[in-house]
Nanobody
């Protein structure tokens, strides 16, 4: 089973994009979720995480003033709003999910997640 992430594309520096992540056939309300990204030639890096209800979020330090993670459990979708994009944000972005017993829990380490999207390419031109 796989998440479906979408919303990537080509944008000029300073622009914005909103990524979406859905989990077909499942209710996301029982999952803590997150976004990771992988730039060319680099490993997969944590971007943002969100608890089951959406009440708790956490960001990689360089991103916290520009990126916003959110979720709509009724629409069964998670989002990543990305503003003031720079060429350094160019990467494949992956959404991830894992079961979470605690409603307050969020996770920042890739290998703790069970389910992954196929990735969506974000390219920021200068």
């Amino acid at each position: 089973e796989q998440l479906v992430d979408s919303g990537g594309g080509l944008v000029k520096a300073g622009g914005s994009l909103r990524l979406s992540c859905a989990f077909p056939g499942r209710s996301i309300s029982t999952y803590a979720m997150g976004w990771f990204r992988q730039a060319p030639g680099k490993g997969r890096q944590f971007a943002a995480a969100i608890s089951r209800s959406g009440a708790y979020t956490f960001y990689a330090d360089p991103l916290k003033d520009r990126f916003t993670i959110s979720r709509d459990n009724f629409k069964n979708t998670m989002y990543l709003q990305m503003n003031s994009l720079t060429p350094e944000d160019t990467a494949v972005y992956y959404c991830a999910a894992r079961n979470a017993t605690l409603e307050t829990a969020y996770y920042t380490t890739a290998n703790t997640y069970y389910y992954w999207g196929q990735g969506t390419q974000v390219t920021v031109s200068s």
